[in-house]
T-cell receptor
Framework: AQSVSQHNHHVILSEAASLELGCNYS??????LFWYVQYPGQHLQLLLK??????LVKGIKGFEAEFIKSKFSFNLRKPSVQWSDTAEYFC????????????FGKGTMLLVSP | NAGVTQTPKFQVLKTGQSMTLQCAQD?????MYWYRQDPGMGLRLIYY???????DKGEVPNGYNVSRLNKREFSLRLESAAPSQTSVYFC?????????????FGPGTRLTVT
């Protein structure tokens, strides 16, 4: 079975700082990868996804993520965070074989101070 | 399009009481899912339905039952609620096999069992 590990449970940044949230997965085969965001009091929204091709994927609100297959990693980045980026971020993985469901990491809570 | 809707938004139960959480989607998706979200645990899959007429257990199915009423609706039942079931419950939907390609989430039901 697959698993997802997110490196940090809590991250605190000042506005305009750069962001990188780590995500590693464990699975022997090919996977699809996702980052979801949950703003306070809201439901999860898809931030970006990787299926194949260019390992650098761009999502909404200036976020991007890079898939490094050799490291089983899919780290989320943003060059300059804003206060409105305060949210919880979840990495998720789904194997391509057969019918598959998403496995989520435990989440990283990002707090951006103005 | 309302997307994925859930009722109720909040619920308080006493230990031993039963209740059903309702979920409906209007995106004509074949697959639907129930998750629970607990602090520091991320999202964990309770049950899913790959298509109308089928249901399967996820990671944490004990204490729950589900019904795929039709293509649009997927309900989650707690027969005898326990304090350990205090959580936020999310319903999601996706295209089949594309559970891998991104799921759409409802607003959640916050359940407290006393």
């Amino acid at each position: 079975a697959q698993s997802v590990s997110q490196h940090n449970h809590h991250v605190i940044l000042s506005e305009a700082a750069s962001l990188e949230l780590g995500c590693n997965y464990s699975y022997g085969g090919t996977v699809n990868l996702f980052w979801y965001v949950q703003y306070p009091g809201q439901h999860l929204q898809l931030l970006l996804k990787y299926f194949s091709g260019d390992p650098l994927v761009k999502g909404i609100k200036g976020f991007e993520a890079e898939f490094i297959k050799s490291k089983f990693s899919f780290n989320l980045r943003k060059p300059s965070v804003q206060w409105s980026d305060t949210a919880e971020y979840f990495c998720a993985v789904s194997p391509l074989s057969g019918y598959s469901t998403l496995t989520f990491g435990k989440g990283t809570m990002l707090l951006v101070s103005p | 399009n309302a997307g994925v809707t859930q009722t109720p938004k909040f619920q308080v139960l006493k230990t031993g009481q039963s209740m059903t959480l309702q979920c409906a989607q209007d995106m004509n998706h074949n697959s639907m899912y129930w998750y629970r979200q607990d602090p520091g645990m991320g999202l964990r899959l309770i049950y899913y339905s790959a298509s109308e007429g089928t249901t399967d257990k996820g990671e944490v199915p004990n204490g729950y039952n589900v019904s795929r009423l039709n293509k649009r609706e997927f309900s989650l039942r707690l027969e005898s609620a326990a304090p350990s079931q205090t959580s936020v419950y999310f319903c999601a939907s996706s295209e089949p096999g594309q559970g891998a390609k991104g799921q759409y989430f409802g607003p959640g039901t916050r359940l407290t069992v006393t």
